[in-house]
T-cell receptor, first 115, second 111 residues
């Protein structure tokens, strides 16, 4: 079956612009996660959804970052007034449920470059 | 802030050699996972360990969870070029809190 997909695969934008990153999880997975990964580092947790609601958004760095999952499936990560420091690979993962006994399946990521 | 330290940060070895990478935390965690990530892809789960002192084997990979539940190791026997990648540990804190990933070990196996 289809895995987690993310679009676009690459996004180049200018400082101050608004961007949206999309994640299509595996069908039926109730938990969805967003992470940010800098080159050579481990992923950094941003937010996770259980169904339509954000169960934990404590990893969002500031109020320029926002994510939604209105129908409990597709999720969009939104970044306002982008800064050069936002450049990173943004990873999405989905899971049948939120626990270490449920595997998180990751997408290939969206590479965001802010000029 | 990365709360899980991995060592070494980089490792380049010849095919056929053995290696061990480490994951250490200053606090106890309820469970720990190991992932491997290849360039341009997301991490892929290798194993989950939940019991202190637990040892799991996956072909040539041996994973160990420390007795005190604050550290873990991954040992690879007879490394192959296909083992090349970024190895990440990730912990789950008590109460199934969010996953925290380690700093990563970048492994290169030279044919």
């Amino acid at each position: 079956g289809a895995g987690v997909s993310q679009t676009p695969s690459n996004k180049v934008t200018e400082k101050g612009k608004y961007v949206e990153l999309r994640c299509d999880p595996i069908s039926g997975h109730t938990a969805l996660y967003w992470y940010r990964q800098s080159l050579g580092q481990g992923p950094e947790f941003l937010i996770y959804f259980q169904g339509t609601g954000a169960a934990d958004d404590s990893g969002l760095p500031n109020d320029r970052f926002f994510a939604v999952r209105p129908e409990g499936s597709v999720s969009t990560l939104k970044i306002q007034r982008t800064e050069r420091g936002d450049s990173a690979v943004y990873l999405c993962a989905s899971s049948p449920g939120h626990s270490p006994y449920n595997e998180q399946f990751f997408g290939p990521g969206t590479r965001l470059t802010v000029l | 802030t990365q709360l899980l330290e991995q060592s070494p940060q980089f490792l380049s070895i010849q095919e056929g050699e053995n290696l061990t990478v480490y994951c250490n935390s200053s606090s106890v965690f309820s469970s720990l996972q190991w992932y491997r990530q290849e360039p341009g892809e997301g991490p892929v789960l290798l194993v989950t360990v939940v019991t202190g002192g637990e040892v799991k084997k996956l072909k040539r990979l041996t994973f160990q969870f420390g007795d005190a539940r604050k550290d873990s190791s991954l040992h690879i026997t007879a490394a192959q070029p296909g083992d090349t990648g970024l190895y990440l540990c990730a912990r789950w804190s008590g109460g199934y809190q969010k996953v925290t990933f380690g700093t990563g070990t970048k492994l290169q196996v030279i044919p």
